[in-house]
């Protein structure tokens, strides 16, 4: 059912007045609803001078004309909460036009704002407010609060004002438009419809609005798959997929929102990269301010501070004393491409031609050649192999290192190592100790050893996977969680050691390696707010909540007949089932399925089901992820 919020810059803004003027000319599109009222009854003013609209009753109202959580605390009523006032809105056959109360960062309950039930609603805003003078200022800080808000206009009661109008176009970037009140003493239905009709162009040019938002909702909802199916080609899926690829319209904390108005449970944080939540708060105010400052440059001959503060940052977490360098990329996969072509180039530039490297079993570090390379899956990457570089390929052992090394010490130019979970390899985990052994092992040799923290970052409990372990990396490589998730972003954290040998002015002996969006300004930005975040350090708490989760719930079905194992390792959890067919175990597609129609978005890696949420997952969501598990298991 289309609905429309109107929301107004303070109190008295004119949002009742708004809607009495609109439903007198859309009255058979559009129905009225008010959920909580203090004071004279504003449903009872429309119903006077709207006879012929449907109005609906509200779900409280107060006599005291204060505000509805103060009303509520001298009258004794308690106020419904966030969910019941969204579970109570009416269902009719026209869009509803829902009016809000005072301003969107008004107090709802003693703990929420009614930023919170305008959000939940997920649908179109009009901002209503006077044109008196104040009005951009004020138009502009409510349109801030409503970041991540669809507003289609924003209506201006009173005398016409072009340049307020301007300016909160200009700045907010939203229909802006005005409604000169008629100069009465008091209004009459005669009134009313005289000033309908001398301004109906406005009016229907924001019913306009309303129409175009869920058209192009609709289009989405109802076509986008046949659509997709048609013209997209997604990441590792299969082109005649049988399921329906989902039609996501938003996300907010732990959620994604699908057109149909379900709201699915991203168990997966979107592929391990959103980090605190969808569209959180500081990153999204972060992405705001630096989009209006500077989009892009080239990061050959220029800087910017964002990607300054950022390598700062990053070597500054590295166990390197505070220096070292920071290379910048745009993915994973970049990001160890660049680490592979640093490595062979420190052993180059020292007159030794090392170009082989020591990979493991079960590792993934990526789709481009040489992260390819290393990874060395048959099933995803068999058919390239021709085109493959040689490498050294081991079983994750310190034993099965140390063959590898005596035999090919003077050809290594690196070990690379996903550091204590080997994540699309089927979350297969090792404990520290065992990370300790093989860098201990690299260390004696003078081997250079690479940490591939793109998955693992923030996932562990800690920034870095490798710190459980109290290792010294020469090289690690980071992406996903680098910007919480909003955008993509990569790094290539370089030691001093590894640094020494290219600080020379012989142009030669440069890197040559660079993207064209390498350290884009937008993503440093959001990535400098995701880090000062990780540094305050409270989202530990929320790590340790997680995972403390996984172990008390995972080990009941720990000896299942139906479950292999269970294991978990800071924020993720793998259970992994006794069926054949590995990561192409046709029982993939039908896990899927059950989990999405329980609210659950899950992406097995073969028979491995595993939940890697985001910070913000409730108790409740980890719950339900559980209940998803083992309506999977009920399907063997």
């Known amino acids: 059912m289309r609905k429309v919020i109107i929301v107004g810059t303070d109190t008295d803004a004119g949002k009742t007045t708004f809607s009495i003027i609109f439903l007198n000319l859309f009255s058979a599109k559009y129905s009225y609803w008010k959920p909580l009222e203090t004071g004279p009854s504003d449903t009872a003013k429309v119903r006077q001078y709207v006879p012929q609209a449907g109005v609906f009753d509200p779900l409280r109202h107060y006599e005291e004309a204060v505000a509805p959580l103060l009303a509520s605390r001298r009258s004794g009523r308690p106020l419904p909460n966030l ?358 092992v690299c260390k004696q040799e003078g081997l250079l050893f690479i940490v591939d923290e793109v998955m693992t970052a923030c996932r562990t409990g800690r920034i870095w996977a490798f710190e459980h372990a109290g290792i010294i990396p020469d090289i690690v490589c980071t992406a996903k969680t680098l910007t919480g998730g909003m955008l993509p972003l990569a790094a290539t954290l370089v030691s001093p050691t590894i640094v020494e040998p290219f600080c020379h002015m012989d142009r030669s002996r440069m890197f040559f390696h660079g993207h064209s969006y390498t350290a884009n300004p937008l993503a440093c930005a959001v990535a400098v707010a995701n880090w000062r975040l990780l540094e305050q350090g409270h989202w530990r708490q929320e790590a340790n909540r997680i995972e403390a989760f996984w172990a008390t719930h995972l080990p009941r079905w720990q000896g299942h007949p139906r479950v292999k194992e269970v294991r978990w390792c800071g924020t993720i959890g793998v259970m992994e089932l006794n069926v054949t067919g590995g990561y192409l175990c046709d029982k993939v597609p039908l896990w899927r399925q059950r989990a999405l129609q329980m609210g659950v978005l899950l992406r097995p890696l073969g028979p491995v089901l595993y939940c890697l949420p985001p910070l913000c997952i409730s108790e409740d969501s980890l719950h339900r992820v559980i209940e998803a598990f083992q309506a999977c298991i009920d399907m063997i």
């Open 83 to 440: 969910v019941d006032i969204h579970q109570a809105a009416p269902v009719c056959e026209n869009t509803l036009l829902i009016e809000t109360f005072g301003g969107p960062l008004s107090p709802l309950t003693d703990s929420v704002l009614q930023i919170e039930l305008i959000r939940a609603w997920r649908s179109p805003v009009i901002l209503v407010g006077s044109s008196a003078i104040g009005a951009v200022g004020r138009a502009l800080a409510v349109l801030e609060a409503l970041h991540g808000v669809p507003v289609v206009a924003c209506v201006l009661l009173g005398r016409e004002d072009p340049f307020a109008v301007k300016q909160i176009q200009q700045h907010a970037q939203v229909p802006v438009f005005s409604l000169e009140l008629p100069q009465v003493p008091f209004w009459d239905r005669q009134t009313l419809q005289e000033f309908s009709r001398i301004h109906k162009n406005v009016l229907r040019a924001i019913d306009q609005h309303i129409d175009d938002f869920y058209k192009n909702l609709d289009i989405g909802g109802k076509s986008i798959r046949e659509i997709d199916s048609k013209y997209v080609w997604h990441p590792y899926t299969p082109l005649m997929e049988p399921l329906e690829q989902l039609p996501v319209v938003s996300a907010q904390g732990e959620f994604l929102n699908l057109v149909d108005g379900q709201r699915v449970i991203d168990a997966i944080a979107s592929w391990w990269t959103i980090l605190h939540g969808h569209c959180h708060p500081p990153l999204v105010q972060a992405l705001r301010r630096a989009a209006a400052t500077l989009d892009h440059t080239v990061f050959a001959g220029t800087t910017h501070p964002w990607a300054v503060e950022l390598a700062e940052r990053l070597v500054r977490s590295a166990p390197w004393g505070g220096v070292g360098r920071v290379f910048f990329s745009d993915n994973g996969s970049t990001a160890v491409e660049v680490a592979l072509k640093m490595a062979v180039q420190f052993w180059h530039m020292q007159g030794q031609k090392r170009h082989k490297f020591i990979c493991f079993d079960n590792s993934y570090h990526g789709d481009t050649f040489g992260a390819m390379s290393v990874g060395r899956d048959p099933v995803y990457f068999g058919m390239y192999e021709p085109l493959l570089f040689d490498v050294i390929q081991a079983p994750l052992q310190v034993e099965a290192l140390t063959r590898a090394v005596e035999r090919w010490h003077k050809d290594v130019a690196a070990v690379i190592v996903e550091p204590l979970v080997q994540g699309a390899g089927g979350m297969r985990m090792h404990p520290p100790e065992v990370l300790r052994s093989l860098w201990q």
